[in-house]
């Protein structure tokens, strides 16, 4: 079965970094994925990791560890807009579709 | 370009009517996938095509769901009859292999709220 766990929800402060993080149990592992959804909107893709190691793009950075089960979404200088769910995801081995975790609802405070 | 559209964006109807909700993927791609978002289970594979064919429905809660794409520009997911537990917002999401199938584009959404 698949499991995926990360908090259900965060508070950072306007210009600071903040770290989500995402423990995964599957069967097989194609890819993790992080999603960006805000409020009454649909989900939008923001990065992807499939091998060990940090991937960046702008302000955002994601991590991962096969041997841990762990990745961690980094957001940097951090925006009002950046006020969203952030959902963790895997891609099991032999499934196109991916298994999303709860999400984590990050607020940013001025 | 236009991205993946969905009807109806909202949906109320009474237990034990059929609903259809409908899904045009964007244009040249090849996999569709349909997605349940509730506050409970948060979002959750129900099934994915690949060039038309189902690939793995293993995700469809019960037999009340189905789901068909008939040409590659058009799905449907219909529930019959429906039950106040199947409100949810559903999305539509598509991808193309082999580019980068991993980026999936959600539609916008139907909400769809059973009375």
């Known amino acids: 079965g698949q499991n995926i766990d990360q908090p259900t929800e965060m508070t950072a402060t306007e210009g600071a970094i903040v770290q989500i993080n995402c423990t995964y149990q599957?069967?097989?592992?194609?890819?993790l994925f992080w999603y960006q959804q805000h409020a009454g909107e649909a989900p939008t893709f923001l990065s992807y990791?499939?091998?060990?190691g940090l991937e960046e793009k702008g302000r955002f950075s994601s991590f991962l560890s096969r041997s841990k089960g762990y990745s961690y979404l980094l957001l940097k200088e951090l925006q009002m807009k950046d006020s969203a769910s952030y959902l963790c995801a895997v891609q099991g081995g032999g499934a196109d579709g991916l298994t999303f975790g709860k999400g984590t609802h990050l607020i940013i405070q001025p | 370009d236009a991205g993946v559209i969905q009807s109806p964006r909202h949906e109320v109807t009474e237990m034990g009517q059929e609903v259809t909700l409908r899904c045009k993927p964007i244009?040249?791609?090849?996999?569709l996938f349909w997605y349940r978002q509730t506050m409970m289970r948060g979002l959750e594979l129900l099934i994915y095509f690949n060039n038309n064919v189902p690939i793995d429905d293993s995700g469809m809660p019960e037999d009340r769901f189905s789901a068909k794409m008939p040409n590659a520009s058009f799905s449907t997911l219909k529930i019959q009859p429906s039950e106040p537990r199947d409100s949810a917002v559903y999305f539509c999401?598509?991808?193309?292999?082999?580019?980068?199938?991993?980026?999936?584009?959600f539609g916008p959404g139907t909400r769809l709220t059973v009375t």
């Open positions: 599957t069967s097989g592992f194609n890819g």
């Open positions: 244009s040249g791609h090849n996999s």
């Open positions: 990791n499939v091998l060990d």
């Open positions: 999401a598509s991808s193309s292999l082999p580019r980068g199938w991993h980026e999936q584009y």
